[in-house]
């Protein structure tokens, strides 16, 4: 297993947008091969790294999931958002909560608590928001759906995702199979 830490990490949000357009094909096929690994090993690996590069990038100086993605909302979200707001709970609802299928969500996107990259409500966030992007929860293989929807939105699941195929000396043999010659292709 390849352990090396000097790959530089990619913080550009047009670039990762367009690597997960034209890593498509390659992501598909990297999912696949995941569902035959040991999920036990795969968990263990995916913490490691998602501790090692989440602790090089700064969320304050990034907010993409806030702009791109709806937060699912719980009772219990509400509930703090209500004080946090000096709001009652039905007109956090009123205000900032739509139902799809069943389920609560935020109904504006960007977030309307995003200023400036940061969260205003930061302390008293949805649940959602704290443990996104998820990566340190168990069964990353049953979730990779989820995780390849968010390779073109977060740079932490970007950067994990990339390690993770070269750490498991993954060869893709799809088109754009390397990353570093798309790199140097300027895409
Ligand atoms: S509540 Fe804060 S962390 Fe959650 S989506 Fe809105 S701005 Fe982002
Ligand atoms: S979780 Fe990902 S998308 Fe959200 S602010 Fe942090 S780096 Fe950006």
């Known amino acids: 297993m390849n352990?090396?830490?000097?790959?530089?990490?990619e913080l550009d949000l047009e670039k990762i947008e367009e690597f997960g357009k034209l890593r498509e094909d390659q992501n598909f096929e990297f999912r696949a091969f995941l569902k035959g690994q040991d999920p036990d090993m795969i968990d263990k690996t995916v913490?490691?790294?998602?501790?090692e590069i989440s602790n090089q990038i700064d969320c304050t100086t990034c907010g993409n999931c806030c702009t791109k993605l709806k937060p699912c909302i719980t009772e219990q979200d509400i509930k703090i958002l209500s004080q946090r707001l000096n709001f009652s709970p039905q007109q956090v609802k009123d205000d900032y909560i739509e139902i799809d299928e069943g389920d609560q969500y935020f109904k504006n996107f960007p977030c309307s608590f995003?200023?400036?990259k940061e969260c205003t409500v930061y302390n008293d966030r949805p649940e959602d928001c704290r443990s996104f992007p998820h990566l340190h929860?168990?069964?990353?293989v049953s979730r990779l759906w989820g995780v390849v929807e968010n390779y073109s939105i977060c740079p932490i699941v970007f950067n994990v995702f990339e390690r993770l195929k070269t750490e498991l000396n993954y060869k893709s043999y799809g088109k754009n199979s390397d990353y570093r010659d798309s790199q140097k292709r300027g895409y």
Do not use: A
Request: no cysteine; glycine share 0%; net charge positive.
């Open 3 to 9: 352990t090396d830490k000097n790959i530089d990490l």
């Open 47 to 51: 913490r490691r790294l998602n501790l």
């Open 114 to 116: 995003l200023k400036e």
């Open 137 to 140: 929860k168990k069964m990353f």
